[in-house]
């Protein structure tokens, strides 16, 4: 018979030692060991609420809380702990607050479940990681902003279909992705609100007989609230698998930017000029500069839709309350979180350093055709119903493209034989920023409708 291990904080009920496969199965150090510092935080707090009622005397305290202090030390000095014995990083920082201190490092567990004491490190971790992301997001807010005044008057073609369309301004098509990514930060804000209440005091599943103040632990931790279903509060996972769906759409966000950027960094588009710092190039051919940080924001995506669609197949099926199924909600977070710092800093600094490609952009956006909108608007105008004028406007690009001769080209005589409502006033449209510039309703391409939306964007800042 094997003895039982009496490593383990909860061998007590048990007469044989865990087999040490299942303690590699089970153990999720390699994992968890990011929380030191939470769970720590989260650990003073508790000892403050035990002292309160008695539990612990004031020396006792401080014998906890200088413990506690080293052992947080010790964390930040070696932030591997994967391969120790201990189960998790709260098994860890117990079995070393009671070598340092004793028997009395025992009794930090009064009144507390892992259940309870894992909520809180993820919510303490999360909220900490949400404002690290929301802080990165306003600088690539910023950077969009700042490149879109910088290049305020350059236009290009906008795309649908990724057919020619529009010519639009390049300040406003920058400032798309700075309104996709403004959605983000709400949504992130938002998520970041709703997990501050404070779970600890919960115990494993039906709270706990001490009388602990959980608001008075609320306080001291910066929570707003404290959670109000002990059930609830040790099965939920709400606020990861929320964290991880605006991950995702952020993800999307970036990824649709940077395939954009993939296309006009080819020789085929030429619109931009990468920064080499930010391109690798290819084992073989010694000519090529790939935009690997575009390809790998985009290719990263898929690990954070992953993650996503990973918690919430870990919980879809759970009973109240707790299952160790919840375990394992804690790698597609790291891995998530990791991912979209990594994403928004490199985006970050690409976009401080990309050439925009001037003739390029606006040689494409020089297609007399992007104005055929332009000029079934001047027929309407005239009062022509807009669907006839769309009739009118669409043979005329027809006859165009048979005779390979640009609109730009053409006399008033020959639009004048679609119509005799043309005049001689048709030609003040037919010019890329003559078209832009009759676009200035407000969120429209005119300079001065974007002018407008970076005044109001800096309001906010």
Not at 111 to 140: C, F, H, M, P, W
């Amino acid at each position: 018979m094997v003895k039982t291990n009496k490593k383990k904080m909860w061998a007590g009920r048990f007469s044989e030692a865990t087999h040490p496969a299942v303690d590699q199965f089970t153990a999720s150090i390699s994992e968890d060991y990011r929380l030191y510092r939470h769970d720590i935080a989260g650990s003073i707090a508790h000892a403050h609420a035990l002292a309160q009622v008695g539990i612990l005397t004031k020396n006792e305290i401080k014998s906890v809380i200088a413990g506690l202090q080293e052992i947080e030390q010790e964390c930040a000095e070696n932030k591997n702990l994967s391969g120790l014995p201990d189960e998790d990083i709260h098994m860890y920082i117990e079995r070393r607050l009671t070598e340092k201190i004793g028997p009395l490092g025992g009794k930090l567990h009064t009144g507390r479940s892992r259940n309870d004491q894992v909520a809180l490190d993820l919510k303490l971790y999360l909220r900490e990681k949400i404002t690290e992301i929301l802080n990165q997001l306003v600088l690539l807010q910023k950077g969009l902003v700042a490149q879109a005044e910088k290049q305020i008057t350059l236009y290009l073609p906008g795309y649908t279909h990724l057919q020619r369309a529009q010519p639009v301004l390049l300040s406003h098509h920058l400032l798309a992705y700075y309104e996709m990514l403004e959605r983000d930060r709400t949504r992130y804000a938002d998520c970041q609100k709703r997990l501050n209440q404070m779970p600890l005091g919960a115990g494993a599943l039906a709270g706990n007989s001490f009388s602990l103040n959980r608001t008075i632990v609320a306080r001291e931790l910066h929570f707003n609230d404290i959670t109000a279903n002990s059930m609830d509060t040790v099965s939920d996972r709400d606020f990861i698998a929320e964290f991880l769906s605006a991950s995702s759409i952020l993800m999307v966000h970036l990824s649709r930017w940077a395939e954009e950027w993939v296309l006009w960094a080819s020789s085929e588009f030429s619109f931009i000029t990468l920064s080499d710092p930010f391109c690798t190039g290819s084992s073989i051919m010694p000519q090529k500069k790939n935009p690997d940080v575009l390809e790998l924001v985009r290719g990263k995506s898929g690990r954070v839709f992953g993650a996503l669609i990973n918690i919430l197949v870990i919980t879809k099926g759970l009973p109240l309350s707790y299952n160790r199924d919840l375990q394992e909600d804690k790698r597609p977070l790291f891995d998530t979180v990791e991912t979209v710092l990594q994403s928004l800093t490199l985006m970050t600094l690409l976009l401080s350093e990309v050439q925009f490609n001037k003739a390029k952009m606006e040689t494409a956006a020089s297609d007399s055709l992007l104005l055929a909108t332009d000029i079934a608007d001047y027929l309407a105008q005239k009062g022509v119903p807009f669907r006839e004028s769309h009739h009118v406007v669409g043979k005329i690009v027809q006859e165009a493209i048979a005779n390979q001769k640009s609109l730009s080209q053409w006399t008033l005589t020959e639009f004048q034989k679609q119509t005799p409502i043309f005049q001689k006033d048709l030609f003040s449209v037919l010019t890329p920023r003559a078209s832009i510039a009759r676009r200035n309703n407000a969120g429209g391409t005119a300079e001065r409708s974007v002018k407008a939306a970076i005044k109001k964007i800096k309001k906010k800042w």
